[in-house]
């Protein structure tokens, strides 16, 4: 069995920084990206940033002031959020495309349970 498991989410003040981790465990692989998406009370689940073999992408409200990496020899993604606004308030979901030892050539979608970020002074 395969899983995402975060760290790192809290209560920091605005301006603040905080570093999210996600770590993918079981019998991984490959882990072909990497993405942090994040959903705030009552809004819909959104893209915050991705990181793929090919490189990196932002959502636009968050570019200079996150940033996303990766480790691959620990399958592990970093959200490095820095400069954080009230309405960077969210619960945080990582996101991995990834195979398995036993099926190679077949990626799944895998979800982490989230993580809370709160936003305030």
């Known amino acids: 069995q395969v899983q995402l498991v975060e760290s790192g989410g809290g209560l920091v003040q605005p301006g603040g920084s905080l570093r999210l981790s996600c770590a993918a465990s079981g019998n991984i692989f490959s882990v072909v990206e990497f993405g942090w998406y994040r959903q705030a009370p009552g809004m819909q689940r959104e893209l915050v940033a991705t990181?793929?073999?090919?490189?990196?992408n932002y959502a636009e409200s968050v570019k200079g002031r996150f940033t996303i990496s990766r480790d691959n020899a620990k399958n592990t993604v970093y959200l490095q959020m820095n400069s954080l606004k009230p309405g960077d308030t969210a619960v945080y979901y990582c996101n991995a495309h990834a195979s398995t030892i036993q099926a190679p050539g077949r990626y799944l979608e895998l979800w982490g349970q989230g993580t809370l970020v709160t936003v305030s002074s």
């Open positions: 990181v793929h073999t090919s490189g990196t």
